[in-house]
């Protein structure tokens, strides 16, 4: 398919990367949240990540559900193709999407609500198939559109802006996530967008399902004293374990601080991931470690974030099928279609 | 009514014991002696140990529609036996397992009890219990040649292809076979008066079921996306479409595949899944039947009014809920028509067989993308599952898939902006374009309220030009869709309107009643929205007849809710007990209904 890059019109402040593009040409509509939303922080983050990527924007497709995470679509990259659907029905539709096109590079973003709620089936099945996408899963632990209800992941003993207390179990995606044989699991702060960047990069090229869980304090119903999704409540108790750089394969690989104390996972095709240690003996690809790890730090009441697992051997759902490697889309009707006279060969068997 | 090569058979047997290869078998040896047959495969929706019937129904004539009467019942299922017996017309045959004696209360004065002792000849001439169960239906299957006198080298030949690879169960199977056929020789007349002659009335046909005809149109048609959650009668279609992508589309070095087929979590994913990938340019489908249609309309309004084209194969059983899941109805037609909330209307196109399963398939294809909707293919499981016989299929291979309004990089650059949902062809079909083309392309689809441009909207205005739009392209599709099929004669007394599987019933019925001298005109209904024919038919006929197989008249329903047509107008003819429609049923009605009484 004809790949057109924007005529590459430099503003002079503004620094280009390799197509000639400035993080202006990635961004999108004015976004409509409250103003200090946490998802506006990611937003701008995955702006940041796909100008760092050099991904042409028309080459990237950009899929949610419902929520006031899933309108943060339209607030980046106005030249990419976006699809706005159904409440939890986001993986569906990527699914699909990414079946019929393997060449584009998915982003879906949803929220708690959309994801371990009404979409927690769609959700689990989309990391079981390995979906070739990065999901962000953009966590407040609140229903913000409908003013205010707990979602599945509000923890016990946190309150409501009404002062009610949540007494139901939360679902921690990212447990769930590692338990179901996810090939890439992060944890970010909407606050931290040094740590959030190059793990989103890393999703974006991870081969397969990359998810991110970020929690993005809601201003509006999520804010307060007692809430345990709150900014000052996760800066109190963020546990920023392992500082992430993602070199891109185009780019040349210099080693940043410390390399010589860094772990580094290579993805599929070349690029690396190179976690920092920060004083713990952290191995990022062993999935029970990290399922552990994760565990004991909840119990210490602390939110771990940093890429927590990633499966240096992913199989996308295409690998798994066999799929031609150029996509479907782009395959001739000629090729598709086996004509008359092997239907009438067929036939015969028919009589 | 029966007489050589016209009659009607069934075998009650118990399921998940082998007698359906033996009841295609005989099906199918009939179908090469060139006679035609149909046959109804009447099953429970269990594994194993339930009543199962299969019917064959021998027409000389053509006719395949369920026959009403049974000349000759097995009956080799004690727990239905009295049912079965029951069953036999008045001066038919009863073949009976005679290993042991026969119920006395269930003898018949009026019907000939033909006696073979099945079991016992198994027991004497094979080992172990599966294979004594297994040949069992293998030697009826003799018997039942040697009755009907099929032809003995057309069955060994059967037998020969379906076990080359087999050569012990080859003999095991040609034992059995001779087994029950010497028995009837040597203790009956044969054959019975009913039985079959060499014709050559099928040369040109095929015997196949509709889904498998469906999947076939998918892969013609060039669809590459298939996504189902497996659910009776519908799964044989996708499984049928993987069985022929594996032959067609499979790179025989690398094994690379030119398709992708997802079996989903549930049906709501399927839907979603064929619509992203619609969305994305693919030809996709997916297969359900009435539940998964309940489960599938949130996204069905979502592909409606966010304009992507998606193909829905509804196979339908009966409702409502889980209702009868292995017995037929066309209890769907309203819920698919009106499918999801909100105001939407839905381009459906109702097959009659499996030939029309093949080439609808095709066209829901061209019809999804050039009205960039989703379209369905509404068969049912008697189309679906049943063994039909239709002239062979062909293929045009000038065919081009009709893609729509799909705008290139090329023709996007000719554009100063494009804006997905604005209307420059006045036929209410907007170009769209595909995500990774090119970034002039690009647009936001989305569910929520919109604008021309395709930017969220409240405003009244703004919203009702785009939904107007809508209705005025979906309504403009009626010339598109199949057109009705309608026989005229002169000076008609009646007109029958049916749609789907019940046309073969119907025109059975329209020869019959011409047969005691009552002219019908007849109209079968092949695509929704309805064309301009369908209302005329109606209106120049003063007694119209709306045949169909639901509770509630819903074809009835929807005639007069598009057409205007009072529903006194059009007298329901209703058949919804979950088996195929038969003429007498439409005959009886009919004639009833002439002499005064009610239906």
């Known amino acids: 398919m004809t790949s057109i890059v924007k005529p590459p019109v430099k503003h002079p402040s503004l620094p280009t990367n390799a197509l000639g593009l400035t993080r202006r040409d990635y961004e999108g509509a004015m976004s409509t949240l409250c103003a200090g939303c946490g998802h506006d922080s990611i937003t701008a983050a995955i702006v940041q990540a796909f100008w760092e990527l050099d991904v042409p924007p028309h080459r990237a497709a950009k899929m949610s559900g419902i929520g006031c995470s899933s309108k943060t679509t339209a607030y980046f990259m106005r030249q990419s193709h976006g699809f706005n659907g159904v409440h939890g029905r986001m993986p569906a539709l990527t699914t699909g999407a990414n079946a019929a096109n393997r060449d584009l590079t998915y982003i879906g973003i949803s929220g708690d609500g959309d994801s371990l709620s009404i979409g927690l089936g769609q959700f689990c099945h989309a990391i079981r198939r390995n979906v070739n996408m990065l999901y962000v899963l953009e966590n407040n632990g609140v229903y913000g ?11 016990v003993g946190s309150t ?31 606050g931290d967008k040094e740590q959030l960047v190059p793990m989103l990069k890393a999703g974006l090229r991870h081969n397969g399902f990359g998810f991110i869980d970020v929690i993005s304090p809601c201003v509006s119903f999520n804010d307060h004293v007692g809430s345990t999704k709150s900014y000052r409540y996760t800066r109190e108790h963020y546990e920023a374990l392992s500082p992430v750089d993602f070199v891109p394969v185009r780019r040349e690989i210099r080693a940043p601080q410390g390399a010589g104390q860094a772990t580094s996972v290579t993805m599929h095709d070349g690029s690396v991931v190179r976690f920092r240690k920060t004083g713990e003996d952290y191995d990022p690809t062993n999935r029970d470690g990290a399922y552990e790890h994760v565990r004991e730090h909840e119990r210490k009441g602390e939110v771990v974030t940093g890429l927590l697992f990633i499966d240096e051997r992913s199989r996308d759902m295409h690998a798994v099928n066999h799929t031609a490697p150029q996509p479907l889309v782009e395959l001739p009707y000629e090729s598709l279609c086996p004509g008359n006279a092997a239907l009438q060969t067929l036939m015969d068997e028919y009589r | 009514m029966s007489g050589v090569n016209d009659f009607a058979f069934k075998m009650a047997t118990v399921n998940g014991t082998g007698s359906a290869s033996a009841n295609g078998l005989l099906m199918q040896a009939i179908f090469r002696m060139g006679i035609p047959v149909t046959g109804k495969n009447i099953f429970p929706s269990n594994i194993q140990g339930l009543p199962t019937w299969y019917e064959v129904r021998v027409s000389k004539d053509g006719y395949t529609a369920r026959p009403e009467e049974i000349d000759l019942a097995v009956a080799l299922n004690t727990s239905t036996y009295a049912q079965d017996v029951a069953s036999v017309r008045p001066g038919g045959y009863l073949l009976y397992d005679a290993t042991w004696p026969l119920d006395e209360s269930l003898h018949r004065e009026d019907i000939t009890m033909l006696g073979v002792p099945f079991g016992g000849l198994c027991v004497e001439n094979f080992e172990g219990d599966r294979a004594r169960t297994l040949l069992r239906n293998i030697v009826y299957t003799g018997t039942l040649a040697a009755l009907f006198g099929i032809d003995m080298d057309i069955v060994s030949e059967m037998l020969r292809e379906k076990f080359s690879k087999k050569k012990s169960l080859l003999d095991a199977n040609f034992r059995a076979i001779a087994l029950g056929h010497d028995y009837a020789v040597k203790h009956f007349t044969c054959p019975l008066p009913f039985h079959l002659e060499r014709m050559n009335a099928t040369a040109d046909s095929i015997v196949i079921d ?25 799964t044989s279609l996708m499984e049928a479409y993987k069985g022929f992508c594996e032959q067609y589309r499979k790179d025989p070095v690398t094994g690379e595949r030119r398709y992708a087929m997802i079996q989903a979590e549930d049906e709501l994913a399927a839907a979603g899944m064929v619509i992203g990938a619609g969305w994305a340019g693919a030809r996709s489908f997916t297969s359900t039947a009435g539940p998964g249609i309940s489960l599938m309309e949130e996204f069905i309004g979502l592909a409606y009014y966010t304009e992507v084209p998606a193909v829905f194969f509804d196979v339908q059983r009966t409702g409502p809920s889980t209702g009868m899941p292995t017995r037929t109805q066309q209890g769907d037609l309203m819920a698919i028509a009106y499918a999801s909330h909100g105001d939407t209307k839905h381009l459906a196109l109702y097959p009659a067989n499996p030939a029309e399963c093949f080439t609808m398939a095709r066209d829901a294809f061209d019809l999804a993308e050039h009205f960039q909707t ?24 000038a065919y081009r898939p009709d893609r729509g309004k799909v705008l290139t990089a090329e023709e996007l650059e000719k554009i100063t902006k494009f804006a997905r949902y604005i209307d420059v062809d006045g036929d209410g079909i907007t170009a769209r374009t ?31 030009e785009v939904v107007d739009r809508i209705a005025r392209k979906i309504n403009g599709a009626a010339a598109a869709v199949p057109a009705p099929e309608i026989h005229r004669h002169d000076d008609a007394e009646v007109a029958l309107v049916s749609i789907g599987g019940c046309h073969a019933a119907v025109l059975e019925a329209v020869d019959r009643l011409g047969a005691q001298g009552i002219t019908a005109d007849y109209m079968r209904i092949r695509g929704f929205p309805f064309a301009e024919a369908v209302f005329d038919f109606i209106n120049e006929h003063e007694t119209v007849f709306v045949v169909e197989q639901n509770r509630d008249a819903q074809l009835r329903s929807m005639l007069a809710i598009e057409t205007g047509i009072p529903r006194d107008h059009m007298i329901p003819l209703l058949d919804y007990g979950g088996l195929p429609l038969t003429a007498q049923r439409v005959v009886s009605a009919v004639t009833a209904h002439l002499q005064g009484a009610a239906v």
């Open chain 2, 434 to 464: 595909l995500p990774g083309v090119s970034p002039k392309g690009a647009y936001f689809t989305r569910g929520s309220g919109h604008d021309k441009n395709g930017a969220y909207t409240e405003d009244s205005d703004a919203y009702q």
């Open chain 2, 374 to 397: 989703p379209v369905f293919v509404v068969s049912d499981l008697d189309i679906g599952m049943n063994d039909w016989m239709v002239p062979r299929f062909t293929w045009d291979d």
């Open chain 1, 160 to 190: 409501s802006k009404k002062g009610e207390a949540n007494e139901q179990p939360p679902i921690d995606p990212v447990l769930l996530a590692l338990s179901l044989g996810a090939t890439f699991v992060a944890r970010g702060f909407s």
């Open chain 2, 210 to 234: 509709g889904n498998t005809a469906s999947a076939l149109g998918c892969v013609f048609a060039g669809a590459t996306v298939g996504a189902w959650y497996p659910i009776t009668p519908s």
């Open chain 1, 145 to 155: 559109l409908t003013k205010g209800q707990f979602s599945a992941s509000a923890d």
